[in-house]
Nanobody
Framework: QVQLVESGGGLVQAGGSLRLSCAASGRTFSSYGMGWFRQAPGKERELVAAIGGSGIATSYANSVKGRFTISRDNAKNTMYLRMNSLKPEDTAVYYC???????????????WGQGTQVTVSS
């Protein structure tokens, strides 16, 4: 069982930056692929970025490439999402997710956090 707790959301002006954190419970954190999803009002939840257990493999949605950076610190059981050059269309609830299959993570991860709101004003 993995428990995930996000933090770092908030209100920021367009062009600004935020860093989200996801703290995970458990002693096998490095064996899990991790990802950030987001869901805006009236839209489907989408995968923003994903990272493999070792932190080497990463993938990004086209809409955030070059602006967002996903990383993890396995010693601290924590994953991060650095968001730069934020746009109003980045406004959403951001969710942390985990799965011991990197492929499964992208479609139906087993574990979810409760979400953190990110609001970008124009």
């Amino acid at each position: 069982q993995v428990q995930l707790v996000e933090s770092g959301g908030g209100l920021v002006q367009a062009g600004g930056s935020l860093r989200l954190s996801c703290a995970a419970s458990g002693r096998t954190f490095s064996s899990y692929g991790m990802g950030w999803f987001r869901q805006a009002p009236g839209k489907e939840r989408e995968l923003v970025a994903a990272i493999g257990g070792s932190g080497i493999a990463t993938s990004y949605a086209n809409s955030v490439k070059g602006r967002f950076t996903i990383s993890r610190d396995n010693a601290k059981n924590t994953m991060y999402l650095r968001m730069n050059s934020l746009k109003p269309e980045d406004t959403a609830v951001y969710y942390c997710a985990a799965d011991n299959s990197f492929l499964q993570l992208k479609f139906a991860p087993a574990y979810w956090g409760q979400g953190t709101q990110v609001t970008v004003s124009s």
